[in-house]
């Protein structure tokens, strides 16, 4: 039973100076991630097999996304090294609440090209998730991420959507971002959106209306995060909010992922055809433990650092 995540890893550099924006910030701290890699990282910290698709440049840095994910227990025969890009960096800025800011200076990740991937039998996994932030950008990754969503939907495999929006990489043309989001929203079987994502993609002006519009559309079970609310959980016409747990965050960069990455790790004995038999019951359980990885990810600075500090014991 194996996971495959695709689309970016990257660095993320972290400006130490809670509170101050990247224009004043003047200390940063380098810690691996990108969206896809995060989920990876969380899935292979709770214990499961994982493998990782992405591009990274052939630099130091790139070294380092290989070898932090090699330790997490990813395995990452599929993380390739461009010669002819750098790896890409996302700065971060902290404010006092845990949230961010991002600035991306893109590079390999954006290389990632079907021929990268010709030998990659899907067929070897249970789980396909897609959960990446630049995917939907221009580039051959753009057309790998689709093309590999066509050859998932002829297996048997769980397919994940987690569309990890960004305002920077799209805020002059959402509408590019929306529109490549349906495909993969009516065609995978399980989804996360956070609040603002849910909104933005149904174009509604509240949650409950946007969970209708996405039910609409698309059988999948989903699940809308609300920080500190809690999760919306939804299964067919059944729609409830699992509540999450209290926290003193220091960044949430990673928290989602951290949930996706439980979620999946919890349905990696299931195939798609199985997972409508899931119970309600059941998925309340599911959700709730991701609730648990989230906000535990929170505690701590860095993603896959904080990964670190997942297990299973976090679901007692």
């Known amino acids: 039973m194996k996971v495959l995540c695709i689309g970016e890893a990257l660095i993320d550099m972290i400006c130490t100076d809670i509170g101050s924006n990247l224009s004043k910030g003047q200390n940063f701290l380098k810690k691996a991630g990108g969206a896809p890699a995060n989920v990876a990282a969380a899935i292979a910290a709770l214990g499961a097999k994982v493998d990782m698709a992405a591009k990274v440049g052939e630099d130091p840095f790139g ?8 330790d997490m227990g990813v395995d990452t025969q599929w993380v ?92 002059d043309n959402t509408k590019s971002f929306i529109d490549q989001c349906w495909p993969f929203i009516e065609q995978c079987h399980f989804f996360k959106l956070s609040d603002e994502e849910a909104l933005l993609i149904t174009g509604c002006d509240t949650i409950k ?18 920080g500190k609310e809690g999760t919306m959980l939804c299964i067919g016409d059944h729609l409830e909010i699992i509540e999450s747990i209290a926290i003193n965050p220091v960044d949430a960069t990673g928290a989602g992922d951290a949930f996706v990455g439980a979620v999946l790790y919890q349905l990696i004995s299931f195939t798609a055809a199985q997972i409508n038999t899931i119970t309600i019951d059941a998925w ?33």
Do not use: W
């Open 80 to 171: 390739i090294q461009d010669p002819s890009f750098f790896t890409t960096f996302a700065f971060v800025s902290l404010m006092e609440d845990g949230e961010r800011d991002f600035y991306f200076n893109r590079g390999a990740d954006g290389q990632l090209n079907e021929a990268d991937l010709a030998s990659l039998y899907l067929g070897n996994y249970n789980i396909i998730h897609f959960g990446s932030a630049t995917g939907f950008l221009p580039g051959p990754l753009q057309n790998t991420y689709t093309a590999t969503l066509d050859k998932a939907k002829a297996g048997n495999a769980i397919i994940s959507f987690d569309p990890n929006y960004r305002h920077l990489l799209f805020k």
């Open 284 to 316: 309340r359980k599911i959700i709730s433990n991701a609730n648990k990885a989230g906000a535990r990810t929170c505690e701590y600075m860095g993603a896959m650092e904080a990964f670190k500090h997942l297990n299973k014991s976090i679901f007692e």
């Open 63 to 70: 070294d380092h996304i290989i070898e932090l994910l090699k």
């Open 209 to 226: 209306h946007a969970a209708a519009a996405l039910r609409k559309k698309s059988a999948a079970i989903f699940a809308i995060t609300l």
